[in-house]
């Protein structure tokens, strides 16, 4: 019988595409369109290791442009994976063997760095001392992304967001200054 999951010890790199992204800042709602990727290694699920496989994130990096504003440069906003992901959360579960059928649950956490937050600050209309660098902020949550696929690895599938992605200070994690509600990301292999 052919297994339809992929083999343990493969890693697999793949594109993310998340047009028309909705993100608030403050009281203000910017739109990006996040590109970049996310490589991700088969480890063996010891939960059920016959019908899913862990998927632990060895890297993962988007980025988006907010346009310049008339007298403010334009801004990059990237979010780029915290650091090695020690505990593999994320999950692909083989539900139905004909027709091929997989649930895959991404969890995620990462920082987002906004390189010239002064700008988009006072364009969102916060007021408060701007930092001259780069704003680094972290998921309060961990983000879930959830995607059912016929085939995997995925080939231009639309992953959604299971409750929305808060962005903090790492020093101040009660306040929310980034919020997306959704966040579509289309990801296929390369």
Same mark, same amino acid.
């Given at each position: 019988?052919?297994?339809?999951? *992929?083999?343990?010890?493969?890693?697999?790199?793949?594109?993310?595409?998340?047009?028309?992204?909705?993100?608030?800042?403050?009281?203000? +709602?910017?739109?990006? /369109?996040?590109?970049?990727?996310?490589?991700? =290694?088969?480890?063996?699920?010891?939960?059920?290791?016959? %019908?899913?496989?862990?998927? =632990?994130?060895?890297?993962?990096?988007?980025? !988006?442009? +907010?346009? !310049?504003?008339?007298?403010? /440069? !334009?801004?990059? #906003?990237?979010?780029?994976?915290?650091? @090695?992901?020690?505990?593999? $959360?994320?999950?692909?579960?083989?539900?139905?063997?004909?027709?091929?059928?997989?649930?895959? +649950?991404?969890?995620?956490?990462? &920082?987002?760095?906004?390189?010239?937050?002064?700008?988009?600050? =006072? %364009?969102?209309?916060?007021? !408060?001392?701007?930092?001259?660098?780069? @704003?680094?902020?972290?998921?309060?949550? *961990?983000?879930?992304? &959830?995607? $059912?696929? &016929?085939?995997?690895? *995925? $080939?231009?599938?639309?992953?959604?967001?299971? &409750?929305?992605?808060? @962005?903090? @200070?790492?020093?101040?994690? /009660?306040?929310?200054?980034? =919020?997306?509600?959704?966040?579509?990301?289309? #990801?296929?292999?390369?």
């Amino acid at each position: 019988m052919l297994n339809l999951l *992929p083999k343990i010890g493969v890693e697999i790199p793949c594109s993310c595409l998340a047009l028309n992204t909705p993100m608030t800042i403050g009281t203000s +709602l910017f739109t990006l /369109d996040f590109k970049g990727g996310i490589k991700i =290694r088969v480890e063996v699920n010891p939960n059920e290791p016959l %019908n899913s496989v862990r998927l =632990r994130v060895v890297g993962h990096k988007i980025s !988006a442009e +907010l346009p !310049a504003n008339g007298t403010e /440069d !334009a801004t990059t #906003v990237t979010i780029e994976q915290n650091d @090695l992901d020690i505990d593999a $959360k994320s999950v692909l579960r083989l539900i139905s063997k004909f027709p091929p059928k997989f649930e895959q +649950l991404m969890v995620l956490s990462f &920082t987002m760095t906004i390189d010239n937050p002064g700008a988009v600050l =006072r %364009n969102a209309g916060i007021q !408060a001392t701007v930092p001259s660098e780069p @704003l680094v902020l972290s998921t309060k949550n *961990p983000v879930q992304l &959830t995607s $059912k696929l &016929t085939k995997f690895p *995925p $080939k231009g599938d639309i992953y959604k967001l299971t &409750t929305p992605m808060e @962005l903090v @200070l790492p020093d101040n994690p /009660d306040t929310t200054i980034v =919020r997306i509600d959704q966040f579509p990301v289309k #990801v296929g292999t390369l």
